[in-house]
Nanobody, 124 residues
């Protein structure tokens, strides 16, 4: 069983930054790709970013490319999402997810464990 706990959300003004963290339990973290998704009020869940098991491969949604950076520290079982130049449209609950695959994907079906989410609110 893998448990994921997100932290780092909060309220920030447009143009500001936040760094989300997702710490996982279990011994399989380093063999799994990790991803971040988000759900805005009244909208479907959407893919944000993913990182391969080694951190050597990353992928971003077009809406966050150039502003967000995903990274991981396998010694700490933690994945991060650095969010810069935040916009009101980034307001959402952000979810961390662990994949059964070592390679990341935007497809939510490869993720078999999910965190409870952390709220990010950006005021304009």
């Amino acid at each position: 069983q893998v448990q994921l706990v997100e932290s780092g959300g909060g309220l920030v003004q447009a143009g500001g930054s936040l760094r989300l963290s997702c710490t996982t339990s279990g011994r399989t973290f380093s063999s799994r790709a990790m991803g971040w998704f988000r759900r805005a009020p009244g909208k479907e869940r959407e893919f944000v970013s993913t990182i391969s098991w080694s951190g050597g491969s990353t992928y971003y949604a077009d809406s966050v490319k150039g502003r967000f950076t995903i990274s991981r520290d396998n010694t700490k079982n933690t994945v991060y999402l650095q969010m810069n130049s935040l916009k009101a449209g980034d307001t959402a609950v952000y979810y961390c997810a662990a994949a059964w695959s070592p390679s990341g994907s935007s497809d939510p079906l490869i993720y078999d464990y999910w965190g409870q989410g952390t709220q990010v609110s950006v005021s304009s």
